[in-house]
């Protein structure tokens, strides 16, 4: 009988399984190397590592990281787009910005589609979705041919105004799929319905572009997983924080941009509710990057506003995730005015970091806490084993510059990460009106609990959780989320001048296509759960805040306050007088999926004889090494309290507890640090 629902986090340089017995609610984990030629290669190895059959699989869910990197390294299938005569030239003028505006050296990434393969058609739909010039059969069946002498294997499709009548789209859509049977064909108005034509262009090129290589693996991956024996469905996870089927994948494609780093947002959300906290941090630190999010009230925020490439924004919402280029590899460097700098260059996984023996001979944050005494010589159990003298070969480069010791240069290089990492904190908390008192700090990844305490040190987070599996807590979000699928449109229109019944049909409409696609998905209506969202914007105003509200509409007061709350926290403005405009309407469909529930552990043994050993590790704030206690994570009961310092070691990462810690172990072996001032 299928008993074990699992859960595989992909990623550049590994591939994390988690598993949960539904039987038992035991939770097992491991590690295998990523294949990115072929990634689900690398999925399959995983669940034959964690000794499980595909017959012994009740629900398969993963996070990937394949539509990320086809996007950065431009591996991506000959595509056209085709548009309104005079507007084939948007994506390459864009909103006409750069990431750093003085910067005159640094031009933003090309188009994905070259002006080549990107065509005109005669045709016009004007603001109110009038059809001034309808498009022509025999111009499209003509461009068809073209498309098809250019082996053409995605097709985008987007006109000016076909947010508000995709007719023209429609008609183009159904004649090159006559034509053209074999290519992959999507177009803005059944993707994206919303203005602004750059932003409904770029979300519809990137759709196109990913479509092949998406569909592609998800048709390999499915083939592969139930020749195992598994026959149930493939659950993607998607950059909005749910999961979609292997029969919608291919439609939305772009939502797999941001797969991978949103399981981790998600564990982050769960972790903190498990212990009581319904505001969170989440710092999910791997080897090259830090993806940082954040978790309000018990719900992680969402943007429209976010792109893999700059300047090639994707309309679909997405978890708000701040990505920065701190990680266990970055490297260490000294720059030409002869400042200590960390990142974002990387070592990687090949070469990696110097301990690892492979060629490395750059310092990084690896290195320096293998020199600082904070992580062993032995990783995975003993299967990984670091060499501490190239790591101080290695740190000592940065020390001779400086006239520092080894040690010294060693506390210098963190102390630079740990400031990384500190100003992306502030900038999704404090630049976003949230005060970092009043959160706490989810740590996970490899590297995450080795910074984590210094980090809430810094910046004032009270409280600090270690989920009780750091390392793989991305692939467990992948086990935390439901079906989610958001229908929007554009709606502009004072508030005062809008009538409920009026707005009431736009959003049963959305409505009724958003319970077509769970459907769909196989999700039964008593599982479904919809809820609407307004967005909202003083008028004359650009920026907009999406407010809930009610079904049915019987007012727009409470809608209008909650806007005027969260403006003020925004922006630290707010004016009630001011008149307040709707600019788009967006229903987020939900089909729950079961979840695992943790099981509570009872203490078990004790903290003594978790105890390993004891190994000098350095630490600034009592002047130097002092003789530390190393114990094994696995095997501290629950509600255990240490006092640091100490050092925590577990299959899949290291926990630092630095002097004026304490820490507490729950019931789930969370552990949750806290400053004693």
């Known amino acids: 009988m299928s008993n074990y629902r699992v859960a595989v986090d992909v990623g550049g340089t590994f591939t994390d399984v988690f598993v949960f017995d539904e039987k038992t609610g035991g939770i097992s984990v491991t590690k295998t190397s990523s294949t990115p030629s072929n990634p689900e290669i690398g999925i399959l190895n995983g669940i034959e ?68 393969d990107r065509f005109e058609l005669t045709e016009r739909v004007d603001y109110a979705g009038n059809v001034l010039i309808e498009v022509q059969e025999e111009e499209i069946r003509a461009l068809a041919q073209k498309l098809k002498k250019r082996n053409v294997e995605s097709i985008a499709i987007c006109f000016m105004n076909s947010y508000v009548n995709g007719s023209n789209e429609e008609k183009t859509f159904k004649i090159l799929k006559e034509e053209l049977p074999s290519v992959y064909i999507c177009s803005s108005s059944s993707i994206l319905p919303e203005i602004f034509e750059h932003e409904r262009m770029s979300t519809t090129i990137i759709n196109a572009v990913l479509g092949p290589k998406v569909s592609h693996y998800i048709h390999s991956l499915e083939q592969k997983i139930k020749g ?44 903190a509710n498990l212990c009581g906290f319904k505001n969170a941090i989440g710092l999910d630190m791997g080897g090259t990057s830090t993806d940082i999010s954040l978790v309000y009230d018990g719900q992680l925020k969402i943007t429209k506003d976010w792109s893999i490439e700059y300047g090639y924004p994707i309309g679909f919402p997405s978890i708000e995730i701040l990505t920065i280029g701190a990680g266990g590899g970055s490297l260490a460097w000294i720059d030409e005015g002869r400042s ?4 974002p260059q990387s070592a990687g996984a090949d070469p990696g970091p110097a301990c690892y023996r492979r060629g490395g001979e750059e310092p990084t944050n690896t290195d320096a806490n293998l020199v600082l005494g904070r ?26 510059q400086f006239g520092y010791s080894d040690e010294a240069a060693a506390d210098a290089i963190l102390k630079v990460a ?104 196989g999700i039964a209506e008593e599982h479904m759960n919809l809820v609407r969202y307004i967005e909202m914007r003083y008028t004359g105003q650009w920026r907009t805040l999406s407010t809930p509200i009610g079904r049915p509409i019987d007012s727009f007061e409470a809608a209008i306050n909650t806007f005027h709350q969260e403006h003020e926290r925004a922006y630290a403005f707010s004016n009630p007088d001011q008149k ?47 003789d530390t206690p190393i114990y094994d994570r696995k095997k501290i009961p629950a509600l255990s309290m240490l006092q640091g310092p100490a050092i925590l070691d577990q299959l899949d990462s290291t926990v630092v507890i630095p002097p004026q810690f304490t820490a507490e172990v729950d019931e789930y072996k969370n552990i949750i640090m806290t400053y004693q001032k």
């Open 49 to 116: 590592k964690a000794n499980i059959s595909g017959q012994d699989i009740s629900m398969f869910s993963h996070g990937t990281t394949v539509g990320t990197n086809a996007l950065i390294e431009r591996k991506l299938p000959k595509t056209a787009l085709i548009t309104t005569k005079g507007f084939r030239d948007v994506p390459e003028i864009r909103r006409g910005t750069k990431q750093d505006l003085w910067d005159a050296y640094q031009d933003v990434a090309p188009p994905y589609i070259k002006r080549r």
């Open 375 to 400: 992580l062993s010589t032995e990783l995975l159990d003993g299967q990984m084993l670091l060499d501490l003298e190239a790591s101080r070969k290695a740190v000592r480069k940065i020390g001779e």
């Open 228 to 271: 195992k024996g598994y026959d149930g469905d493939i659950l993607v996870l998607h950059s909005g924080g749910g999961v979609m089927t292997s029969e919608t994948v291919p439609k939305y494609a772009a939502r797999l941009a941001s797969s991978g780093i949103a399981a981790g947002a998600i564990a982050s959300k769960y972790i």
């Open 418 to 521: 740990n400031a990384n990492m500190c100003d992306a904190l502030r900038l999704i908390s404090v630049r976003k009106g949230y005060d970092p008192r009043d959160f706490a700090l989810v740590a996970f990844g490899g590297a995450g609990a080795l910074h984590s305490a210094y980090l809430a040190k810094e910046i004032d987070i009270p409280n600090v959780i270690v989920p009780a599996h750091p390392g793989v807590a991305a692939a467990m979000g992948c086990l935390l989320v439901d079906v989610r699928h958001d229908v929007s449109k554009t709606f502009v229109k004072n508030i005062e001048d809008t009538d409920g019944n009026e707005l009431e049909r736009e959003f049963m409409s959305l409505e009724l296509e958003a319970t077509n696609l769970l459907r769909q998905e």
């Open 580 to 626: 307040v405009e709707i600019y788009g309407l967006r229903v987020e469909a939900v089909g729950v999926v079961p979840k695992p529930e943790m099981v509570k552990e009872s203490p078990v043994g004790s903290l003594e004889d978790s105890l390993k050993s004891y190994r000098q590790v350095f630490f600034e704030e009592v002047g130097g090494f002092v």
């Open 340 to 343: 200590l700098r960390n990142g």
